[in-house]
């Protein structure tokens, strides 16, 4: 069906010099899309023209609107030779296509050359008239909603969580094909650019579909990535979780600040909305074929291209726990049966854990991209899942077919399910995918969470069933059930220590546990979080294809095994006990392999105190040894007391008696009824013998086990003021001011010695981070007290002698007097009975109307509803009072330079913005930019080439958003850099891949957002942070 | 750590304040990283070297990014590469416009060309200001120099509007400006112990009062160029020397404006003959460019012994006072476009709008600017 696009090319300013001889420009605009080209008139002699054109406008089909961009070349007229190009812009129209989203692009963009990078602006104003379309058999899918973010959106309502849709695209890589060989670096760069963009679009119109068909309107936890495989092509793939969403009502919008009611709140209209009308239940047995992805190939024989089978992909083993489903004391089944918690399973339980199979077995693969969920929808966690494998790109037989790359990642797919099965959990989050390629090698990587889900979010019309269906949940209590074990105690999947949970005593948990999810808003933390990451490198030998290849996936066991151990190690030094958002990277190269785990260490309450690390020598006989041991333990012991100062962790003393196998019924029995307080005079009367507490031994037997004691050791502590996580919530912090500094930044070290050993690697890729981070609490310091929140590192060897990192992140300012306050609950479960938790009520009502609770219990689906409203009302409240002082600034700051015409837009990896509301999503931005330089040491060198590249995407992907009207963009990311140099030739060239949300969002304390107040509202930025 | 590559790029363009005035001295980056070093940064967070360095280089590397803009400031508030939150572009335009006294005051007067842009080596050997530094400030002088040279309307307002520059500033320029049009010489011995200030504010006197642009406010370079019209006229000031009457009537109305005013009051009432003798040849010479390029010279050269007269006992007579004794004394002979707010007597003279010079407004101006130097230049002296 056929839409019309209309383009207006209004005026161009601060163009380039392009005649020598006047110093001027006589500029003229092609506006392309599809096949179709208009020109606006010559304006002579002018670096400011103004075109004012007609609306050029081009009849296409949706199918197109969706694939393409739109594309303003910028020219100069010349009449003797061919007119020279300025730049251009490309301008993705999808936001327009949806009729939630933006209604019309205008403003300025930046005009864009990959040679030159930025050369003046054009003003453009861009609409869509989309026609109605009614064709069943139709190919596009206009309307689906895309964000990046890995939550639910603010402002929208998950009503049904469908599940994982992907799509992969391939196409010929430009800069290899033949005609390369004769055409300008500009004309092949503009190519890749074009095709990409192209490719992209391609990719979001058939995701849309698989969405339509699950019956979806949106894809949540957008991941889109590249892979620049060289010779055999170009990969642009993507995954996400598809939703149904429903748009809040302003009025009921939840607050933006640590966390939300989404689905409590408007529970009763959600059943109504009309959005649900008509759509097919999605879970019925007839749907079983459209359910899951159809992934095309899967009766493939995928040997005909993949090399022998070397996917040494393991699940991470240790980290996992979680609460169980089979083995639950549920108040009314665990409390009259006696004996042992293992082999209860209540008829409920099996009940729920039926519904929840069945929902999620009939899809291929029951994974999620989120990370952050609604309350109540994750269940049990059962820890991290991976699963890696090494491919031959050039055994590809079909180089230009999507199949075997499909095959390949069905492959990797299929194992993560089988992991996750083997930790008693049904479904996969936090999950997400990457690649790392060195020549014809290639890792392909998957991750996520193995978890248990709450299946009422999966099912049509969820919420009415939902009440019914709180007597069937789990009764543990949200703060801490997500920890308790998934799997069965008696056949569990990797040795782990299980213990009654520390916080409601009822169920086991691990004694540690490791997620690649974020922390859950209403889990009971003690202290604060920090950056934890192990860095690892790997001295490989060159060689080719297959051989390579085995060399490779032989030492990616070791390499995990290793990361594993350092960030257990780092772990415990914190005196933590969970890791949240883990991504472990690891990056090929030439001669060596790069391991770069990142996560955020927390201190769950619920899971007991970690123990000390004990060095024990090989040779006890030796004194001198003995003595240096000494030495270290003291040193370990003397930083594991520091961390625990520093990060606030003084858990209250706990009893211990509960380690290891079930305990006597009648013991658990009064445990259950009484709070922390009075337990711990109970310490005295329990065995405390069991000596588990220091179970974690460091052998030190050769050099290197010293040397890695201490890098462990030497790892530079934050300096006071500041702290950092990779998370969207640091746990330990709620009082954000609104100053907020997106910042991005790369190094790359060149190795010097050529005769490394791992050890010295090791370090330097140590120092490398370490410096990064030093570098960013001192550029930063003048926003002091602040966080560095979503510290993502990406690693990669460009060339041999090379280490290149780069990093994005954000700091934010909080308030540093009420840090350890959370504002709406505290972690409480004292003298609570289960109905409570049950309700997943802030635990802080209960002191008030404990005395109602009883009454609660035995009616609950009466009075759940109205309940939470009122409870989402009292946080709101509490939230809107800490906004001041963006005000009073913005103020202050738009009198003094009244001239400015530039919306402010900030930007931030996380999905929201401190202080503010987000009160509109305009669209997914997702954009490619390739520049090139052959100038290199005019332009400043390699750091003054990539400094003004970086600085001007940021310009383009802030122009974009502020021409669809937004003021910022949320979960903003760089996907790519990747750069090239040739500096004997004095040449450069760098990729760069980024993505986000682009959102209107208005103060915490505003209702409605004012336009014309948009640019204004946002001046504040970072006052502080220069 | 030696990087091969190290950068550092915020949403919101991060600028220490610090490193952009090194930046501007013209310091090398090591030199930056040292005085830094010395400043005391590094204990306040825990930075190493090396991260300081790398901060430096980032920052640097960042300025000389902004510089094109801030060659026409109205741009930084439009472009969209750097987000830079408005107080902090004024900032940075002001400080990159700011110079030095020292520097100013070696190419006050002088032409703005090639030639002098060689001999900035020089300068800078003899003003310790680095030669980096001397080239920003001659470069930025000559930039404002080349716009407002073509622009109609008031000097220091189009400095302000086009530079986006604070008043103070905008009317250095102005009086830089000035200076360098009308090549006036300020670099002899003998003005050496005239500050950059003192001859700011002797322009400032000169584009109200004696440039074309003190009674028309269309015409091109109407502040930039001296009326030539008006020192045609000063001609007819000689009348107050070889008229007995006019001289004690001029002497008469000056000494009743500054009774009581100055402190110098006798000396000047007793050496009034000397004094407005030695101010009259010279306003009276005023139509050849050549003197009016040597005027402050001639002003210093020509008329010391009565200025110095007047000024014998270490009289130190400010500028300030001076601009007071001219304003107080104003509306006795001068009209409405000599003072800036225009004096309240106006309705007594009713003086007409267009120009009609009545010697002693001539003489009044002439005393009252030029005393300005004069007055200061006896005192110093008597100082050494």
Redesign the interface.
């Known amino acids: 069906m056929p839409g019309k696009l209309k383009a207006k090319i209004v005026a161009g ?2 163009l380039p010099v392009m005649d020598r001889a006047s110093d001027l420009t006589d500029a003229f605009v092609e506006v392309k899309f599809g096949n179709t080209t208009f020109k606006t008139d010559v304006c002579p002699k002018s670096l400011n023209p103004q075109w004012n054109s007609e609306w050029f406008k081009f009849e296409v089909d949706d199918e197109d609107l969706q694939d393409e961009p739109l594309q303003v070349t910028v020219l100069d007229h010349d009449t003797y030779s061919a007119n020279d190009a300025i730049g251009k812009v490309y301008i993705d129209i999808d936001p327009l296509l949806c009729n939630e989203a933006a209604s019309v692009i205008s403003g ?1 963009f ?1 005009i864009y050359d990959t040679i030159h990078g ?1 050369r003046g ?1 054009i003003n453009v104003l861009v609409k869509v008239e989309l026609f109605n379309d009614l064709n069943r058999f139709r190919q596009s899918s206009c309307g689906v909603k895309f964000f990046c973010t890995t939550s639910i959106p603010r402002c929208y309502r998950a009503a049904m969580v469908h599940g994982f849709v992907e799509e992969l695209v391939v196409n010929e890589d430009p800069e290899y094909q033949w005609i390369d060989r004769i055409r300008t670096p500009r004309a092949s760069n503009e190519a890749r650019q074009r095709l990409i963009s192209l490719m992209s679009g391609e990719l979001q119109r058939k995701i849309g579909l698989k969405v339509l068909e699950m019956g979806g309107n949106a894809v949540v936890g957008y991941l889109q990535c590249f892979d620049l495989e060289g010779e055999s092509g170009l990969v642009v793939r993507a995954i996400g979780t598809a939703c149904t969403l429903d748009k809040l009502s302003s009025g009921s919008a939840p607050n933006t600040a640590t966390h939300t009611h989404p689905n409590t709140a408007p529970a009763s209209n959600a059943c109504n909305s009309p959005s649900k009308d008509g759509k097919e239940p999605v879970f019925g047995e007839d749907l079983l074929s459209s359910s899951g992805p159809p992934t095309p190939f899967r009766a493939l024989p995928t040997s005909s291209s993949s090399p022998p089978p070397l996917s040494p992909s393991k699940p991470c083993s240790r980290q996992s726990s979680s609460s169980d489903t089979d083995l639950s004391l549920t108040p009314k089944t665990g409390m009259g049966s006696g004996g042992s918690a293992g082999k209860e399973a209540g008829p409920l339980k099996t009940l729920l854990r039926q519904q929840t199979q069945t929902a999620l077995e009939q899809r291929e693969f029951p994974f999620f991209t989120l990370t952050s969920f609604p309350p109540g929808f994750l269940v049990h966690v059962g820890g991290v899942v991976s699963a890696r494998s090494v491919k031959l790109l050039d055994r590809i037989h079909n180089p230009d077919e999507p199949e075997t790359r499909d095959a390949w990642w069905e492959e990797i797919r299929q194992e993560i399910k089988s992991h996750a099965k083997a930790l008693g959990c049904h479904a996969v989050v936090g999950y997400s995918e990457s690649t790392s390629i060195c020549e014809e090698v290639c890792i392909l990587s998957a991750s996520g969470t193995a978890a248990i889900l709450n299946p009422r979010y999966m099912r049509e019309g969820c919420l009415d069933i939902g009440i019914v269906d709180h007597r069937f949940e789990d009764p543990s209590p949200p703060s801490c059930g997500f920890c308790h074990i998934p799997y069965d105690e008696l056949n569990m999947p990797f040795p782990t220590q299980l213990t009654y949970c520390y916080h409601c005593r009822r169920q086991k948990v691990p004694d540690v546990l490791f997620t690649t999810i974020d922390l859950p808003p209403e889990a009971a933390v003690t202290g604060k979080g920090c950056l934890i990451q192990a860095r690892l490198c790997r001295l490989k030998k060159k060689a080719q294809g297959e051989v390579n290849a085995t060399a490779i996936s032989n030492l990616l066991p070791f390499m995990e095994y290793e990361l594993h151990t350092q960030l257990m190690n780092k772990l415990k030094l914190r005196s933590m006990n969970a890791l949240f958002g883990l991504r472990i990277q690891i990056s090929i190269g030439e001669n060596m392999l790069l391991g770069l785990a990142s996560a955020t260490g927390v201190y769950l309450t619920a899971l007991p105190a970690p123990g000390g690390i004990q060095i024990a020598g090989k040779t006890p006989g030796d004194l001198s040894n003995e003595h240096h041991i000494l030495t270290i333990q003291k040193r370990i012991n003397d930083t594991i007391a520091k961390n625990k100062e520093i990060y606030q962790i003084n858990p209250p003393e706990l009893t211990e008696e509960v380690v290891g196998s079930p305990i006597p019924e009648p013991r658990q029995r009064s445990r259950l009824f009484r709070s922390h307080s009075e337990s711990s005079d109970e310490v005295s009367e329990l065995d405390l013998s069991h000596g588990k507490k220091d179970a974690f031994v460091l052998e030190i037997d050769d050099t290197d086990a010293v040397e890695d004691i201490h890098s462990l050791l030497t790892d530079a502590t934050i ?1 006071t003021g500041f702290n950092s996580c990779n998370t969207e919530i640091m746990p330990g912090i709620y009082n954000w001011t609104s100053a907020v ?10 190795l010097s010695n050529a005769n490394l050993t791992n050890q010295g690697l090791n370090k ?1 890729f140590t ?2 981070c370490e ?1 990064l981070l ?8 003048s926003m002091i007290p602040c966080c560095l929140c979503h510290l993502n590192f990406t690693v990669a060897v460009p060339e041999e002698e ?1 280490i ?1 990192v780069a990093v994005t992140a954000v700091a934010m300012t909080y308030d540093k007097d009420q840090t350890q306050e959370k504002p709406a609950e505290k972690p409480i479960t004292k003298g609570c009975i289960e109905t409570e938790e049950q309700l997943q009520f802030p635990m802080e009502l209960c002191a008030d109307s404990s005395s109602t609770n009883t009454q609660l219990s035995s009616k609950i689906s009466g009075s759940l509803t109205h309940f939470f409203f009122f409870l989402s009302a009292l946080s709101s409240l509490e939230r809107s009072s800490p906004v001041p002082d963006g005000r009073s600034r913005s103020l ?3 009198r ?2 009244g ?4 919306t ?4 931030t990896p996380l999905s929201f913005l401190p202080g503010t509301r987000i009160i509109k999503y305009l669209g997914i931005i997702n954009m490619f930019f390739i520049r090139e330089t052959t100038s290199l040491r005019e332009e ?1 060198g ?3 080439f ?3 590249f ?3 995407v ?2 383009m992907v ?2 974009h958003v502020a021409a669809l009207g937004g003021n910022a963009v949320v979960s903003y990311s760089m996907k790519e850099c990747v ?1 090239m140099e040739n500096p004997n030739k004095n040449q450069a060239q760098c990729l760069i891949n980024v993505s986000g949300d682009a959102v209107i969002c208005v103060r915490e304390t505003d209702q409605e957002p004012v336009p014309s107040n948009i640019g204004q509202t946002c ?5 502080g ?2 | 750590m030696a990087m091969e590559l190290d950068v550092f790029v915020g949403n919101t363009t991060i600028m220490d304040e610090e490193v952009y005035q090194l930046w501007l001295d013209g310091y090398t980056v090591s030199d930056a990283v040292k005085v830094r070093m010395e400043g005391g940064v590094m204990e306040e967070c825990e930075a190493s070297a090396d991260v300081l360095l790398s901060d430096t280089m980032d920052q640097y590397r960042t300025f000389q990014m902004c510089e094109r803009l801030l060659y026409s400031p109205a741009k930084l508030a439009n472009q969209l590469l750097f987000q830079i939150p408005p107080h902090r572009q004024a900032i940075l335009i002001e400080r990159y416009y700011a110079f030095d006294d020292a520097f100013v005051r070696e190419v006050l007067g002088k032409k703005l060309s090639k030639g002098t842009k060689k001999d900035l080596d020089d300068i800078s050997a003899k003003t310790n200001v680095t030669l980096k530094s001397c080239r920003r400030q001659f470069d930025n002088f000559k930039r404002v120099f080349k716009v407002v040279e073509e622009l109609k309307g008031p000097l220091v307002e189009n400095i302000r509007q086009h530079f986006l520059l604070s008043d103070k500033l905008a009317r250095d320029y102005a009086a830089i400006v000035f200076f360098a049009n009308n090549r006036f010489e300020t670099g002899k011995r003998k003005l050496q112990y005239l500050t950059f200030q003192d001859f700011a504010f002797c322009a400032g006197q000169l584009i109200n009062n004696w440039t074309v642009g003190a009674v028309d406010n269309m015409v091109e370079d109407m502040d930039v160029d001296l009326d030539k019209e008006f020192l045609q006229e000063l001609k007819e000031l000689k009348i107050l020397i070889t008229d007995k009457d006019l001289l004690d009537q001029h002497k008469s109305l000056v000494c009743t404006a500054l009774r009581g005013k100055t402190k110098a009051f006798n000396e000047m009432e007793a050496n009034f003959k000397n004094l407005s003798r030695g101010l009259v040849n010279i306003a009276a010479k005023l139509t050849n460019t050549k003197d009016v390029r040597d005027f402050f010279i001639d002003l210093v050269e020509k008329t010391p012994s009565c200025v110095g007269q007047i000024h014998g006992r270490h009289q130190k007579l400010y500028l300030q006072n001076v601009s007071r004794l001219k304003r107080i004394s104003s509306p006795a002979y001068f009209f409405p476009c000599l003072s800036p707010p225009p004096p309240p007597a106006d309705a007594v003279i009713s003086a007409p709008p267009v120009r009609t010079f009545s010697v002693f407004d001539l003489s009044a101006v002439i005393i009252s600017s030029l005393s300005a130097s004069l007055l200061e230049s006896s005192v110093c002296k008597s100082d050494l």
């Not at chain 1, 030093?774 to 310091?781: A, G, I, N, P, T």
């Open positions: 300013r601060h300025w930046p930025i602006e300096p500094q997106m910042f991005t930044s790369v190094r790359v070290f060149r330097i120092d490398l410096n030093k570098s960013f609490y001192f550029k930063l310091r090379l290149q202050r700051s738009t003094g330079f001239g400015s015409s530039v402010v837009v900030k930007m400043g390699v750091s003054g990539l400094h003004s970086i600085a001007e940021f310009a802030r122009a750069f001046t504040s930025e970072t006052d942070a220069t």
